[in-house]
């Protein structure tokens, strides 16, 4: 990944990179080159995973309450890229820019390279 240039947020301490239209956070204390690695590979593997992540989201109680018509279909259509926040036991995609509705957040963490999702928030 040495042609990604991370630009570091004093304001949020963190370090801040677009890959591939992916925007990718990465706190100051985890900034490391195994940390650059992992968030290219959940990149890279990002697509390959998008339909279990859907599933995953309308299983979800919290996910069928505010949005119960949603199929999988639908949520891999209209989720769209998200930020992708790296943490200590995976991370955290949060979708700013998705089509389900104008009003709502959605975070969905992950553990490894979204070896399994664990929860799904929906704020707004």
Avoid at 82 to 95: A, C, H, N, Q, S
Avoid at 101 to 115: A, K, Q, S, Y
Wanted: charged share 35%.
């Amino acid at each position: 990944m040495e042609h990604l240039h991370y630009e570091f947020s004093d304001k949020y301490k963190r370090y801040e990179a677009t890959l591939d239209d992916m925007k990718v956070n990465i706190p100051e204390h985890l900034m490391n080159d195994e940390s650059l690695r992992f968030a290219e590979n959940v990149r890279n593997q990002y697509t390959a995973k998008l339909e279990e992540l859907a599933r995953f989201c309308v299983e979800s109680e919290t996910f069928e309450y505010v949005y119960p018509e949603a199929t999988i279909e639908d949520v891999m259509k209209r989720l769209h890229l998200p930020i992708l926040k790296v943490d200590e036991v995976g991370g955290r995609f949060t979708y700013t820019q998705h089509e389900l509705d104008e009003d709502h957040l959605i975070d969905i963490e992950f553990v490894g390279v979204m070896e399994s999702f664990f929860s799904v928030e929906v704020d707004g």
